[in-house]
Nanobody, 126 residues
Framework: QVQLVESGGGLVQAGGSLRLSCIVS????????MGWFRQAPGREREFVGT???????DYKDSVKGRFTISRENAKNTVYLQMNTLKPEDTAVYYC????????????????????WGQGTQVTVSS
């Protein structure tokens, strides 16, 4: 049984930072690309960023230079470091495990992921 558990969300002022963590069990983590998505109230879930098995990364344009994804295979954990947060970053953030097991794959679409965490709320006040 594959499980993804996020943590690290919370309330922060604009300009602040948060680091989200996602621990994966039930799957060979090192063989899986991982992604972060977010969903704001009344909006569709959207891609934030992804990290390949190779540790290459890809991001949504609006978070480039502010957000960083990393992975620690020995701990089955993927991280999302969020700096210079803005009120428009407020959303529930989800980590997801990709179907893609290629070394350099960087999936950006929801349909490319088959397991999801429960989400963690990030609220940025102005």
């Amino acid at each position: 049984q594959v499980q993804l558990v996020e943590s690290g969300g919370g309330l922060v002022q604009a300009g602040g930072s948060l680091r989200l963590s996602c621990i994966v069990s039930g799957r060979t983590f090192s063989n899986t690309a991982m992604g972060w998505f977010r969903q704001a109230p009344g909006r569709e879930r959207e891609f934030v960023g992804t990290i390949a098995r190779s540790h290459d990364t890809d991001y949504k344009d609006s978070v480039k230079g502010r957000f960083t994804i990393s992975r620690e295979n020995a701990k089955n954990t993927v991280y999302l470091q969020m700096n210079t947060l803005k009120p428009e970053d407020t959303a529930v953030y989800y980590c997801a495990a990709a179907k893609d097991q290629s070394l350099y794959g960087l999936p950006r679409h929801i349909a490319e992921y088959d397991y999801w965490g429960q989400g963690t709320q990030v609220t940025v006040s102005s």
